[in-house]
């Protein structure tokens, strides 16, 4: 099993990349979830991430991570609702959170792992960055880093940038200037799969908590798609979980790349170096394309497998 941390903004999609890691832990040993701002404020994401965590029947830990971005103001994502669930309401959890903050859960499980630890991050890098940043013997102890956030082309939050690094492009720099092995999952893969009616409707057929969370969750998408317009509902941070776990679903493409931190029009950009201009060797595995069939056939699966 993968030795991993998965640091999420959680977030409707991040709740079910969430209900997709739990359901995968044959494959992940799961060491922690961390939270960070994002999508909504640090009090809310935490919150959010404990309650899901804890509705799916799982006790393991939770600790909170940056209340704001290095450097920049956070900008929180209206799309998400008020509270970061749409209007999804869960139980209190039970449990509270760890002690320590996310960077350091981070440090003491790359130190115990002794090399093998992965990290998902799927909200902005701020938490990697703090790791990275107060403990820079961690670099050569984290085996890979998977991230939703940025593109090659294009963003959602403006033109040239992805909410995610938009958010904390200050941390991304330093994550993707790390050293540390990266794959990017970027708007270029996950914009591509747009929920279909067919697994709306799986979804509302599988009666387990797993189900029920994420039915609930789509119908808010497809209200909120209703609503407010726009394209059909995107499950980014879901596909960044199954490039981990089934990787054969995602293409990648090996680039030099960094990050825009300031700018006029760039700010958050991820940048990648297509002629080689810069001479570097490429510290980017970047999703090109994805499956989009076989995509939407694994999740419902994998929610059908909770009842079995
Ligand atoms: C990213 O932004 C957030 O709103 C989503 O959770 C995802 O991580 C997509 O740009
Ligand atoms: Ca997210």
Excluded at 23 to 46: E, P, R
Excluded at 277 to 287: D, G, I, L, S
């Amino acid at each position: 099993r993968i030795p991993i941390i998965i640091d999420v903004d959680t977030g409707t999609d991040d709740a079910i990349c969430i209900t997709a890691a739990l359901l995968h832990q044959d494959q992940l040993d799961i060491k922690a979830f961390t939270s960070v701002c994002g999508n909504v404020t640090l009090d809310k994401t935490s919150q959010n991430t404990r309650n899901v965590v804890s509705y799916l029947g799982s006790d393991l830990p939770v600790a909170k991570g940056a209340e704001k971005p290095l450097e920049h103001e956070l900008t929180v994502a209206k799309s998400h609702g008020n509270t970061g669930l749409g209007d999804v309401v869960l139980p209190a959890s039970p449990h509270g959170f760890l002690e320590e903050p996310a960077w350091e859960v981070i440090y003491r499980h790359a130190l115990s792992e002794k090399g093998q630890l992965q990290l998902l991050a799927v909200g902005p890098l701020t938490n990697l960055a703090m790791a990275i940043t107060r403990h820079p013997d961690i670099v050569p102890l984290i085996r890979k880093i998977t991230i939703m956030g940025g593109g090659i082309w294009g963003g959602n939050m403006t033109m040239t940038s992805e909410f995610n690094i938009y958010n904390d492009p200050d941390a991304a720099k330093i994550v993707f200037d790390s050293g540390i092995e990266m794959t990017m999952i970027g708007l270029d893969v996950t914009l591509k799969p747009k929920l279909p009616d067919w697994v709306v409707d799986e979804a509302a057929a599988v009666k387990t908590p797993y189900g029920d969370l994420v039915s609930r969750i789509f119908d808010f998408m497809k209200r909120r798609k209703i609503e407010i317009g726009g394209d059909e509902p995107n499950l980014h941070d879901v596909i960044a979980l199954a490039s981990i776990v089934r990787p054969d679903l995602i293409t990648t493409k090996d680039f030099y790349m960094t990050v825009e931190t300031e700018g006029t029009v760039t700010r958050g950009m991820t940048i990648a170096d297509f002629h080689c201009v810069e001479e570097k060797a490429p510290n980017v595995h970047a999703a090109v394309d994805i499956d989009i069939e076989g995509f939407w056939r694994w999740f419902v699966d994998m929610l059908k497998s909770s009842s079995r």
